[in-house]
Every structure is written in structure tokens, then in C-alpha cells.
């Protein structure tokens, strides 16, 4: 059964700063992995996909790599604002026909500091 | 619609008491996910449906949980004689497509709260 971890739990930072979340998955066999975006009381919104074939993906101020073959992906996000403040959920889809029947991480829950 | 509807946004059920959640899907989104969402977790896969069919509910947590979209756009989620366990957010996502397997985007409602005392 695949299993996804997110690390940190949570994390705080002063604006401006450059952070690293991460997401590690047991079983490399994904079709793709996505890095969402959930705000408090809110659904969640889609911020970047890497397909299984992609090394990283990049939107503005946010950039996401995936290695494979060791089931690790890092979400970049570049000079913080407070606005930045939510939780951040990674997400794999399994390369067996399931399409969007996502196996969601814990999440990270970043706050930034004005 | 604009987005993923669902309701009630906040439901409170006494132990024993069967819930009825609803989601209107984007119009002419194909496919409809349910996910639980306890609290401090991420979301767990429920159910997904294409069309009117439903083509997985492997994530149906017992026979208490029922869902249906019998005209392949509105959708409900059943749950009979709630428990304390079932307290958690329950999130509906739909995408445009049908292909089962799919690099398309994914769009969330923003939840019904179930609080089961």
C-alpha cells in the first residue's frame, strides 16, 4: 500500500525566506505526484504536477522536483510572503489505471511571519 | 456552476443519526471524487465515480457509507447510524475527463464538516 510522508509537520518562517518542504512516497511506481495548497476551512487547490517522466515543474515563485526512483519530491518556494500561509499537501496518483484516486501525504503547515 | 459545490457546509449529527452530504460538481465534469479529511490529516479516498457509474469505492470505510450520482452530475454521500469516528471533513472533487488514467487537473469543494456528538 503506497504511503506518503510530508516533512515537516509544521514550520514557521520569517517573510522573505527561501523553504524546502518535502514529500516522500513508498512505492515509485506513480503516474504522476502533485503538491496542493489548502487553506484553513477551504478545499484545495491545485499548485503544480509532475508527470513520473518529469524531473520538476516551476509556477512563478514556487518550483517542484521529483526523483522517482529514490520516492522523494521537494516543493521550492522562493522568498516567502505572508500570503503563503496555508498548508501544503502532496499527492501521488498510481500508475494502475486509478487516474485521480490520489494518496495524499499529511501536509506541512506553513506560516509565515510578516 | 463556477466551482465544486458542496452542502451543507456544517453538519452536526447526534451518534446513531443517518447524514445526507451533497455535491454539485463543475457542469460537465465527468468524473467525482469523494475524500475524509480528519482533522491534522490529509484527505483519504472514498469513492470515485464516472458518469453515473461508480467505478471504485474501495475507500469506503464500512457498509454504513452509501454514494450515489444517478444522473452523472449531482452526487450524495450517505452515511447511516454516524459514529464519533465519522467526524471529519468529507471533500468532493470532479475533473472534466473520464480517461482513467489522467494527468488533469483536479478541482476540491470546500468540504462539509461532519461533527458527529
Known amino acids: 500500500k503506497q504511503e506518503v510522508t510530508q516533512i515537516p509537520a509544521a514550520l514557521s518562517v520569517p517573510e522573505g525566506e527561501n523553504l524546502v518542504l518535502n514529500c516522500s512516497f513508498t512505492?515509485?511506481?506513480?503516474?504522476?505526484l502533485q503538491w496542493f495548497r489548502q487553506d484553513p476551512g477551504k478545499g484545495l487547490t491545485s499548485l503544480l504536477l509532475?508527470?513520473?517522466?518529469?524531473r520538476e515543474q516551476t509556477s512563478g515563485r514556487l518550483n517542484a522536483s521529483l526523483d522517482k526512483s529514490s520516492g522523494r519530491s521537494t516543493l521550492y518556494i522562493a522568498a516567502s510572503q505572508p500570503g503563503d500561509s496555508a498548508t501544503y499537501l502532496c499527492?501521488?496518483?498510481?500508475?494502475?489505471?486509478?487516474?485521480?484516486?490520489?494518496?495524499f501525504g499529511g501536509g506541512t503547515r506553513l506560516m509565515v511571519k510578516p | 456552476g463556477a466551482g465544486v459545490s458542496q452542502s451543507p457546509r456544517y453538519k452536526v449529527a447526534k451518534r446513531g443519526q443517518d447524514v445526507a452530504l451533497r455535491c454539485d460538481p463543475i457542469?460537465?465534469?465527468?468524473?467525482l471524487f469523494w475524500y475524509q479529511q480528519a482533522l491534522g490529516q490529509g484527505p483519504e479516498f472514498l469513492t470515485y465515480?464516472?458518469?453515473?457509474?461508480?467505478?471504485?469505492k474501495s475507500g469506503l470505510p464500512s457498509d454504513r457509507f452509501f454514494a450515489e450520482r444517478p444522473e452523472g452530475s449531482v452526487s450524495t454521500l450517505k452515511i447511516q447510524r454516524t459514529q464519533q469516528e465519522d467526524s471529519a471533513v468529507y471533500l468532493c472533487?470532479?475533473?472534466?475527463?473520464?480517461?482513467?488514467?489522467?494527468?488533469?487537473?483536479?478541482?476540491f469543494g470546500s468540504g462539509t464538516q461532519l461533527s458527529v456528538l
Open positions: 457542469s460537465g465534469h465527468v468524473s
Open positions: 512505492d515509485s511506481a506513480i503516474y504522476n
Open positions: 465515480f464516472q458518469n453515473e457509474a461508480q467505478l471504485d
Open positions: 509532475i508527470q513520473s517522466s518529469q
Open positions: 472533487a470532479s475533473s472534466l475527463l473520464g480517461r482513467a488514467v489522467t494527468n488533469e487537473k483536479l478541482f
Open positions: 499527492a501521488v496518483s498510481p500508475n494502475n489505471n486509478a487516474g485521480n484516486m490520489l494518496t
